[in-house]
């Protein structure tokens, strides 16, 4: 059977799950059916062989999984961590788990909620077959709603958990997050699974961040089990709002993020940070969007990897600053290191001005271990593999210093550490 042909019948599997229940939905549906799954001439998923992924490990043409049996978080929590605590199980919201409480904040199940039509309103559905697949077909999800003139000290953390234990599992969940002006929040999400059996994640979140306003949002994937996992993270940001992002990729077996910005304000700031630490044949795809439409903004771009084994990362990255942005400033760096000769990294740093008064740059590196700083630490006693290690948590430092909740950054901190010690 031909790939062509393949990838009609599972587009056709998929579309025959969909629902049609509102206007948002059915215009999904069409596209999604229009678009059909990504395939290798797909530009945005040339590196990504997604299509192949899902077609070997799973069965599109039922949605039902069975039922998950999780009782308590104790190996799944952010140790110490004092936050409000959602829990997606299986793609479903599971209210016996969770852990939600205050006034300031409003987190409800999605399909119960006001602001619904901001859905689909910056996650574009009409050019990528996924974010129409979930527009179409999302089950579950929460709303986070913070109120105007409000700082919400605790963290918020999504936990989205896959019980694998009976069979493969397959998720479409949305998330819509809501700051008001002049407020603060931080939400994090963390993705785990439990049992050996694939499970497949489609999640979209989209954030908007009014006037004045800050989010911090960090994606967690350290996921030891036999996960495949795509998302989309879109957030609208109005004037002088700011939003930083994190994103860590530290295990899985196919993972990829798309991660888009639209700076749609004047004096808006934007950070951006990810770190891939990659092994075994893990596949991690980091594609950024940061679009600066209004004028006076800043955004700062700093995604660094390192791969070993047969493992393969792809990281595009797009800046697109339009006429009316002018006097932005703009950077992108990406650095990787290689461990392997059979290790893979894709880069493609892309950048389009269509204003004249910008700083803008953008690069990326791809080498090896430095040996002579290798050298220098063994010649004072310290083991290889120990040497080795102390020199790629210093290349992954420069992002784990930006993240500014002590607890957090101490757990992502150790789970760098022991990753570099154990598999690197």
């Known amino acids: 059977m031909s790939e062509i042909t393949e990838v009609k019948n599972s587009t056709s599997e998929i579309h025959s799950t969909l629902t049609s229940s509102t206007p948002l939905r059915e215009k999904a549906k069409s596209a999604f059916q229009q678009l059909g799954l990504p395939q290798v001439k797909t530009e945005e998923y040339r590196h990504t062989p997604i299509t192949r992924a899902l077609e ?37 919201f599971s209210e016996s788990l969770s852990r939600i409480s205050g006034s300031d904040v409003i987190i409800k199940k999605l399909d119960e909620a006001e602001h619904r039509e901001y859905l689909g309103k910056y996650a574009d559905f009409k050019s990528d077959a996924l974010v129409a697949w979930n527009t179409a077909g999302w089950q579950s999800g929460v709303l986070i709603q913070v109120a105007e ?37 931080t939400i994090i999400e963390k993705f785990d699974s439990i049992g050996a059996y694939p499970n497949f994640s489609n999640q979209v979140t989209e954030g908007l961040v009014f006037e004045n306003a800050g989010l911090n949002f960090y994606s967690i994937q350290a996921d030891h089990g036999n996960r495949f996992q795509v998302g989309q993270t879109t957030i609208w940001q109005a004037n002088h709002s700011r939003v930083n992002t994190y994103t860590f990729t530290f295990d899985g077996k196919f993972v990829r993020n798309n991660l888009q910005l639209l700076l749609d304000g004047e004096g808006c700031e934007s950070h951006m940070y990810g770190l891939y630490l990659l092994h075994g044949d893990t596949v991690a795809d980091n594609h950024t969007v940061v679009d600066h439409r209004k004028p006076n903004s800043v955004s700062n771009e700093l995604y660094k990897g390192v791969l070993e084994g047969n493992s393969k990362g792809i990281f595009n990255g797009k800046i697109f600053v339009r006429p009316d942005a002018q006097k932005t400033n703009a950077f992108q760096t990406n650095r990787n290191i290689s461990l392997s000769d059979k290790a893979t990294i894709n880069t493609k740093p892309q950048l389009e001005i269509w204003a004249d008064d910008v700083k803008c740059s953008h690069g990326c590196t791809t080498g090896q271990l430095d040996e002579e700083a290798l050298f220098y630490l063994r010649s004072r006693g310290i083991e290889k593999n120990t040497a080795r290690a102390m020199i790629l948590y210093a290349f992954a430092a420069e992002v784990l210093d930006n993240i500014p909740n002590e607890k957090l950054r101490l757990f ?13």
């Open 56 to 92: 070997k490990n799973f069965n599109f043409s039922s949605i039902q999984n069975a039922s998950a049996s999780l009782k308590n978080l104790n190996d799944i929590e952010i140790p110490g961590l004092d936050a409000q605590v959602i829990v997606m199980l299986n793609g479903e």
């Open 412 to 424: 992502i901190d150790t789970m760098v550490s022991e990753r570099l010690h154990k598999n690197f």
């Open 149 to 185: 003139n409000k700082v919400i000290e605790k963290p918020i953390v999504i936990y989205n958990i896959h019980d694998a234990s009976p069979g493969e599992v397959k998720s479409i969940t949305r998330n819509l997050a809501v700051v008001g002006k002049n407020s603060e929040v």
